[in-house]
């Protein structure tokens, strides 16, 4: 097989995964487009996206400070908390 179906087989194995954790198909291939489809930091990212929507902020700004911040949860929250 091709290094570009590996790759492709790969993606859809890590997306599959971060499904069966509960996150929305949108916001699986968003992230991992966002990070360069590695699984690793979309996951951390849609973990904190989730803990920070729980909490009450707005998904585009929570978005905006994770990339900011890149996925640093206290650096992300003090900006959200100052926003």
Same mark, same amino acid.
């Given at each position: 097989?091709?290094?570009?179906?590996? +790759?492709?087989? %790969? $993606?859809? %194995?890590?997306?599959?995964?971060?499904?069966? +954790?509960? $996150?929305?198909?949108?916001?699986?291939?968003?992230?991992?487009?966002?990070?360069? $489809? %590695?699984?690793?930091?979309?996951?951390?990212?849609?973990?904190?996206?989730?803990?920070?929507?729980?909490?009450?902020?707005?998904?585009?700004?929570?978005?905006?400070?994770?990339?900011?911040?890149?996925?640093?949860?206290?650096?992300?929250?003090?900006?959200?908390?100052?926003?």
């Amino acid at each position: 097989p091709s290094c570009l179906l590996l +790759q492709f087989l %790969s $993606y859809l %194995s890590a997306c599959d995964r971060l499904l069966k +954790q509960g $996150y929305e198909e949108g916001q699986v291939e968003e992230a991992m487009e966002m990070f360069q $489809y %590695s699984e690793k930091k979309a996951a951390e990212f849609l973990h904190l996206l989730s803990q920070f929507n729980d909490m009450g902020f707005q998904q585009n700004e929570i978005k905006e400070v994770l990339l900011l911040c890149g996925n640093q949860r206290e650096k992300a929250l003090e900006e959200l908390v100052m926003k």
